[in-house]
């Protein structure tokens, strides 16, 4: 009963290359959640997602990134042109949606994407 | 001050005290959580506990949650070495159905000493 995975555990690029995070959330969870955390910090909200909907995108800074959750495959944070502040552990969550109730519950992270900006 | 703020920031207790932990909040909750992180590691939930609830147990876990002052506290009984962890609240603050923006504090990182 896998978790929520995500890849690569860690990533390096170079500044003005392009970042690309994958999230394949737990096995029935039709909601993925992405969040930043910066060293000796807790974690920050970036944008919800629904399957081929994003549902609240307010954490996610306007220039650059994006994410997208496709009906077939997992959750992309993509961040284009990299800069040195981008570097982070990068967390995805996931949850069941199918009622108001499941939303009350515990969302289930992953081991996270760390993101070295050289 | 950040919501879900906790204290201490950092915590060191032997093996087998009690260790406590504190959260405050700014706004109005409908629920409130617990998680763990190891280090290098996602978060593991603990517990959750509502709004209505005023404490919960789990284990040797055991949250209370005060609304008329905005606190929670985490409070861990005879500790063990595997319990060294950063342990963050997070509340549903900014919400609109319920749970899906969290918004976490900055974290305890307690430290068991065996």
């Known amino acids: 009963n896998a978790g929520v995975m995500q890849n690569p555990r860690h990533l390096v690029r170079r500044r003005g290359q392009e970042a690309r995070l994958r999230c394949s959330p737990m096995?029935?969870?039709?909601?993925v959640y992405w969040y930043r955390q910066l060293p000796e910090e807790g974690l920050k909200f970036m944008v919800y997602?629904?399957?081929?909907?994003?549902?609240?995108e307010s954490g996610m800074p306007k220039e650059r990134f994006s994410a997208e959750f496709p009906k077939e495959g997992p959750s992309i944070l993509r961040i284009q042109q990299v800069v040195r502040g981008d570097s982070a552990a990068y967390f995805c969550?996931?949850?069941?949606?199918?009622?108001?109730?499941?939303?009350?519950?515990?969302?289930?992270f992953g081991d996270g994407t760390r993101l070295s900006i050289l | 001050s950040q919501q879900g703020e906790e204290d201490p920031q950092a915590l060191s207790i032997q093996e087998g005290e009690n260790a406590t932990m504190n959260c405050s909040y700014k706004?109005?909750?409908?629920?409130l959580q617990w998680y763990r992180q190891n280090s290098g590691r996602g978060l593991v939930h603990l517990i959750l506990?509502?709004?209505?609830?005023r404490e919960k147990h789990s284990g040797r876990l055991r949250v209370t949650l005060d609304t008329s002052k905005k606190s929670s506290s985490l409070l861990i009984t005879a500790s063990r070495a595997a319990d060294t962890a950063s342990y963050f609240c997070?509340?549903?603050?900014?919400?609109?159905?319920?749970?899906?923006?969290?918004?976490f504090g900055t974290g305890t990182r307690l430290t068991i000493i065996p």
């Open positions: 969550a996931s949850s069941p949606g199918m009622d108001a109730r499941a939303l009350r519950g515990p969302q289930h």
């Open positions: 096995k029935g969870h039709s909601h």
């Open positions: 997602l629904q399957k081929e909907n994003i549902i609240d």
């Open positions: 706004t109005s909750i409908n629920n």
């Open positions: 506990i509502r709004s209505n609830e």
């Open positions: 997070a509340t549903d603050e900014g919400s609109n159905f319920g749970n899906e923006k969290l918004t």
